[in-house]
């Protein structure tokens, strides 16, 4: 059960576009459509902005996408805004009827 | 409103035990599948644990196999974690929340547990 890898860190102007990766296995990402997104601002709980690859929740901004190719899952923020900043996690279900987190990426808005 | 209270936590010595409650409200929890998801000061999130809606089928990371059980009380919304033989390593904020479509959708606030002599 290795933890998803994450770049450590990102960092992107107010209005550009910014990526995250997301790099499994065969075992979780890239066998199953299961992989969701968080963002954690300091001090607070995580919130789902990405589920089932794709999906948003209601209520979160179109400038956040997820999509996946093979065994990496991406996050990408479109028009970066400065509440945008904060620590980001991904989640893959995995062969083992188990669940797996990223690494976490830190955005940061220059 | 939906309402997650994870409840429990606090300062034990290693080679202890502790039980975490999640009260719930406004979901349907007899419904969920249920986790617990804990965060070391400083560090990343980590899946601990999950249970099916009617408690007949569980899952555990690795690291808590054989020392921690997950549970539920469908009459009562609760769920809950019955943590033994704690490890400096597990001090964390410890989440449950409801899985939704293989995510975590709705997080409580967390109980801050702290394994320490």
């Known amino acids: 059960q290795s933890a998803l890898t994450q770049p450590p860190s990102v960092s992107g102007s107010p209005g550009q576009s910014v990526t995250i990766s997301c790099t499994g296995a065969s075992s979780d990402v890239g066998s199953y459509n299961r992989v969701s997104w968080y963002q954690q601002p300091p001090g607070t709980a995580p919130k789902l902005m990405i589920y089932e690859v794709t999906n948003r929740p209601s209520g979160v901004p179109d400038r956040f996408s997820g999509s996946k190719s093979g065994n990496t899952a991406s996050l990408t923020i479109s028009g970066l805004q400065a509440e945008d900043e904060a620590d980001y996690y991904c989640?893959?279900?995995?062969?083992?009827?188990?669940?797996?987190f990223g690494t976490g990426t830190k955005v940061t808005v220059l | 409103e939906v309402q997650l209270v994870e409840s429990g936590g606090g300062l034990v010595q290693p080679g202890g035990s502790l039980r975490l409650s999640c009260a719930t409200s406004?979901?349907?929890?007899?419904?969920?599948?249920m986790h617990w998801v804990r965060q070391a000061p400083g560090k990343g999130l980590v899946w601990v644990s999950r249970i099916k809606s009617d408690g007949s089928i569980t899952s555990y990371a690795d690291s808590v196999k054989g020392r921690f059980t997950i549970s539920r009380d469908n009459a009562k919304n609760t769920l809950y974690l019955q943590m033994n033989s704690l490890r400096a390593e597990d001090t964390a904020v410890y989440y449950c929340?409801?899985?939704?479509?293989?995510?975590?959708?709705?997080w409580g606030q967390g109980t801050m547990v702290t394994v320490s002599s």
């Open positions: 929340g409801p899985q939704g479509h293989y995510a975590f959708d709705i």
């Open positions: 989640s893959s279900y995995t062969s083992n009827s188990t669940f797996v």
């Open positions: 406004g979901f349907t929890f007899s419904s969920s599948w």
